[in-house]
């Protein structure tokens, strides 16, 4: 199993003052880990859906985080955006902390642009990188919102881009 490495404190504080209020909101957890960060969505007020493929951090998540205002799904991001998408699921914050120097940057915004619909209008997409992966939003339905720098990790905000923008 690989090492985890949890949001850092200061992360997840700026993480949650950014994203403000969160009570009736849906949250979805891309490569959980720990639960670290959906813990705090709901302790906020989110609905949570957290995804996890290595199955013992999956089952300590569930262990943890119980079944109220919560689905665990123990799969590939690409299989659980799929299974979300195919219920109807939508989301107003898509949080995603893949693992450093796996070259998800390049990937990720792609396979979320694929399963943009699980975005609800007004929805944010955030991902959590290293400084030293930089993020490739070309090609794809993303702008860049904002983003916040932590140590070696960065915050990205995404939102959709607008209809005029996307057809350009």
Same mark, same amino acid.
């Given at each position: 199993?690989?090492? &985890?490495?949890?949001?850092?404190? @200061? =992360?997840?504080?700026?993480?949650?003052?950014?994203?403000?209020?969160?009570?009736?909101?849906?949250?979805?957890?891309?490569?959980?880990?720990?639960?670290?960060?959906?813990?705090?969505?709901?302790?906020?007020?989110?609905?949570?859906? =957290?995804?996890?493929?290595?199955?013992? /951090?999956?089952?300590?998540?569930?262990?943890?985080?119980?079944?109220? #205002?919560?689905?665990?799904?123990? !799969?590939? &991001?690409?299989?659980?955006?799929?299974?979300?998408?195919? /219920?109807? !699921?939508?989301?107003?914050?898509?949080?995603? #902390?893949?693992?450093?120097? !796996?070259?998800?940057?390049?990937?990720?915004?792609?396979?979320?642009?694929?399963?943009?619909?699980?975005?609800?209008?007004?929805?944010? &997409?955030?991902?959590?990188?290293?400084?030293?992966?930089?993020?490739?939003?070309?090609? =794809?339905?993303?702008?860049?919102?904002?983003?916040? /720098?932590?140590?070696?990790?960065?915050?990205?905000?995404?939102?959709? @881009?607008?209809?005029?923008?996307?057809?350009?």
């Amino acid at each position: 199993m690989k090492e &985890v490495r949890p949001t850092t404190g @200061k =992360t997840l504080g700026a993480l949650f003052s950014i994203l403000g209020p969160l009570h009736g909101q849906s949250f979805l957890d891309l490569f959980s880990g720990t639960g670290r960060v959906a813990a705090e969505a709901r302790k906020r007020g989110a609905s949570i859906v =957290t995804v996890e493929l290595e199955r013992d /951090r999956a089952a300590d998540i569930r262990r943890s985080l119980g079944e109220k #205002d919560h689905v665990q799904l123990c !799969m590939d &991001v690409r299989r659980a955006l799929a299974w979300c998408a195919k /219920r109807g !699921m939508t989301f107003d914050v898509i949080f995603a #902390d893949p693992p450093y120097e !796996m070259k998800w940057m390049s990937e990720l915004p792609q396979i979320l642009a694929s399963r943009a619909q699980l975005l609800k209008p007004g929805g944010v &997409v955030v991902i959590e990188r290293a400084q030293s992966e930089p993020l490739s939003l070309e090609g =794809t339905v993303w702008q860049l919102a904002d983003e916040r /720098r932590y140590g070696i990790s960065v915050l990205d905000f995404l939102r959709l @881009k607008e209809t005029e923008d996307v057809q350009a």
